[in-house]
C-alpha cells in the first residue's frame, strides 16, 4: 500500500479564520514525509544531522479544495517518485475521512552537503522510491478495480 500518515489538526495549526494555515500544510506533508523515511528503517538523526549529503526542496505547491478545522482527522497519502539521477518528487493526497482537502507537492533535489553540488541518490533512497512508488501503484489497481 500507499504510505499513510495520519495527524490530527491542532489549535496550533490554525490561523485567526479558525482554519489550517496555509504554510503549516507544508510542515504537515514533511511530517508525513519523515515518518515514510522512518518506515523504511532510515535513521532520521542520521539523515537530518551533519549528514554528508542533502536533499532540500527546490519546489512546493498546495491546492486547497477545501478548509481543515481543529480536530480534523487527516490522513496524508505520500506518493514518491525518481524524476532522474539527482532529484525526486512527493506527490501529497490529504483527505478528512473520504474526502480529499488538499493536494501538495514536493521536489527535492540530492547534493553534496558540503559543496552544495548535485550527486547521484543515493542507493536507501532509490530503495525508497521504489517500495513507496510500487506501493502506491498497487493502490492505484486496487481503488480501479473497485470502481468497475
Known amino acids: 500500500m500507499a504510505f499513510t500518515y495520519n495527524r490530527t489538526v491542532r489549535f496550533q495549526d490554525t490561523d485567526a479564520a479558525g482554519v489550517v494555515y496555509f504554510a503549516n500544510v ?9 515518518e515514510s523515511l522512518e518506515a523504511s528503517s532510515i535513521n532520521l538523526k542520521d ?22 478545522f481543529v480536530g480534523d482527522k487527516l490522513s496524508i497519502n505520500l506518493i514518491p517518485q525518481k524524476l532522474g539521477v539527482d532529484k525526486f518528487e512527493i506527490t501529497y493526497e490529504i483527505n478528512v475521512g473520504e474526502v480529499i482537502v488538499a493536494k501538495a507537492i514536493t521536489r527535492h ?20 522510491l521504489e517500495t513507496n512508488r510500487r506501493g502506491a501503484e498497487g493502490a492505484e489497481r486496487r481503488r480501479a478495480r473497485e470502481v468497475i
Open 26 to 34: 507544508l510542515g504537515i506533508c514533511h511530517e508525513a514525509y519523515e
Open 109 to 128: 533535489v540530492c547534493i553534496n552537503a558540503s559543496s552544495r553540488v548535485k550527486q547521484e541518490l543515493p542507493d536507501e533512497i532509490i530503495q525508497w
Open 47 to 68: 539523515f537530518f544531522n551533519n549528514p554528508p549529503m542533502a536533499f532540500p526542496i527546490v519546489h512546493a505547491n498546495v491546492d486547497f479544495l477545501r478548509p481543515m
